[in-house]
């Protein structure tokens, strides 16, 4: 490893970023989501969730989302064996060369988290490694990045993300409460999630409209069901949210094409009544709703 040109201190200066970013030509876009970090203790935090749940001594590989100038990729690099950071926004690839230029175990990919083969990349960068993702996600893509992360069953242990704190909420909301949607149905099948801290606006360059969370989700070794009792499970599952303001009888019909009469006898069978709202079931009520159906 070469002399540091850039350290976390620095990086974490807004008069640095902005020096950064005339040098390479580079503004924020709205449109993606860019907010950098600007408090080092954040960074720090961030990357020590990421890779120190490993374990002491443990080879890690990180598949970081999302680095922006490189700030937490500097400071995972230093805690992993190999950082392997995609960024969609070209224009800060010259940027991260010029950062990170000083580490040589990272790779820097441009290009689009959903359209990259992770499996593929992950076997590349990180053979024989513990691999984890780390991630730093805008608002409008969280969900779609996590589901693909999780059902892609990427040989990882953990992914710790930023996000939105709305997102975070709903991500890692306990089952049977308001804030239990979909999306958490299938985070909660997968993994078990974690609050860690928040974030607020203020730590951020330039600060955002509302503030943000880190989350952890530690995936679990293998889920409850398998193979068409999955696909029945998820179809279950998004069906019972698709429709919130009605009841779980109608909109199971609905999502099931069911005969609503059928459905409520599934309920019934599985100890639930007719008037029961999706947000009041639980995990074990969802596997038990998927072994009724199906027989149905």
Known sequence: MRENVCDLESLTKT???RALAERHGFSFSKRLGQNFLINPDI???IAESGVGTLGEGVKAGVLEIGPGIGT??????QRADKVAAVEIDGRLISVLEDTLSDFDNTAVINGDIMKLDLEKLIRE??????????????Y????PVMMKLLESRLPIKAITAMVQKEAGIRLCAPLGTREAGAVTVAVRYFSEPKMLFNVSRGNFMPPPNVDSCVIRLDLRDSPPLSGEEEKLFFKISRGAFSQRRKTLANSLSAALDLDKRLVTAALNDAG?????RPENLLMKDFIKLTEIFKNV
């Open 15 to 17: 008069s640095v970023i």
């Open 43 to 45: 960074v720090k935090k």
């Open 72 to 77: 937490l990729t500097r400071e995972l690099a």
């Open 125 to 138: 960068h990180f053979g024989g490694l513990e691999a984890v993702v780390c991630a730093n996600l805008p």
């Open 140 to 143: 409008y893509i969280t969900s």
């Open 272 to 276: 639930l009544p007719e008037s029961i």
